[in-house]
C-alpha cells in the first residue's frame, strides 16, 4: 500500500489487487453500510496515521475510490471537519464514496492487569478495532474507535476503575517510541488472558 498525501486534509491510498482483496474491497460490489467495508477503511486510515501521520482525529472523511489499471485501487481521503449529518448524507450519495466518523480514544493503564480488568469490562462486540501499544515505561495503551451516535464512553465508564484516559497529542507521543502489541482485535484477544 502507498500513501501520498496532497496537504494537510487530503491523502492518496495506492492499493495493489491483492491488497484491495486482502481487505475484502472490491470495487465493484462495495457496500459502504457493511461493517467490514467500514472496518476496512478504518484500518487503512489507521494505517496512513502510523505511516505517514495522516491522522484524522475527530474528523469525518470523505472517501472517493477508483479502480486502477492494475486492477488495485486508488483511495482519496479528505478530511471533512465537522459536518451536520444531512450534509454528510448529500456528499455520500455517489456510489463511490464514503463518509467514515469516528474519533480514537486512548487510555492509559499501570501495569497488564489493569489492561486485562479493563477489556474484560467491554461488552462484547462493541469495539470494532482497537489497538494495544506497549509503552516505554512499561505501562500499557489501549486505543479504539469511538463511533458517531454511540453511547461508547458510557458503556465503558468501569475502563476508568482501571486506568485513566489521556488526549491525543499525548497518545501520539508516547506512542512513536512504542512496541505495538496488538492492531485491530486487541480487547477481543487481552480480554482472553
Not at 20 to 39: Q, S, T
Not at 66 to 81: A, C, I, N, Q
Not at 134 to 154: I, K, P
Request: proline content about 2%; some cysteine.
Amino acid at each position: 500500500m502507498e500513501f501520498l498525501t496532497v496537504g494537510n486534509s487530503k491523502i492518496k491510498i495506492m492499493l495493489t489487487s491483492d491488497e484491495a482483496a486482502a481487505r475484502g474491497l472490491d470495487g465493484d460490489k462495495m457496500d459502504y453500510e457493511d461493517p467490514e467495508v467500514r472496518r476496512s477503511f478504518r484500518k487503512i486510515l489507521d494505517e496512513a496515521r502510523e505511516k505517514v501521520g495522516f491522522d484524522i482525529g475527530k474528523e469525518k472523511v470523505l472517501i472517493q475510490f477508483y479502480p486502477s489499471r492494475d486492477g488495485g485501487m486508488e483511495l482519496f481521503v479528505t478530511k471533512l471537519g465537522i459536518i451536520s449529518k444531512e450534509a454528510a448524507n448529500m456528499i455520500s450519495r455517489s456510489e463511490r464514496v464514503a463518509v467514515l466518523s469516528a474519533k480514537r480514544v486512548y487510555y492509559i493503564f499501570d501495569t497488564l492487569e489493569d489492561l486485562i480488568g479493563a477489556v474484560r469490562c467491554v461488552p462484547p462486540g462493541e469495539i470494532e478495532e482497537s489497538s494495544v501499544h506497549l509503552l516505554e515505561d512499561g505501562a500499557y495503551c489501549l486505543s479504539f474507535c469511538e463511533r458517531e451516535q454511540r453511547c461508547v464512553l458510557s458503556k465503558l465508564s468501569r475502563i476508568l476503575e482501571f486506568g485513566r484516559r489521556i488526549n491525543d497529542l499525548t497518545a501520539t507521543a508516547l506512542i512513536e517510541h512504542a512496541s505495538l502489541l496488538r492492531s485491530g482485535d486487541a480487547v477481543e484477544v487481552f480480554s482472553r488472558l
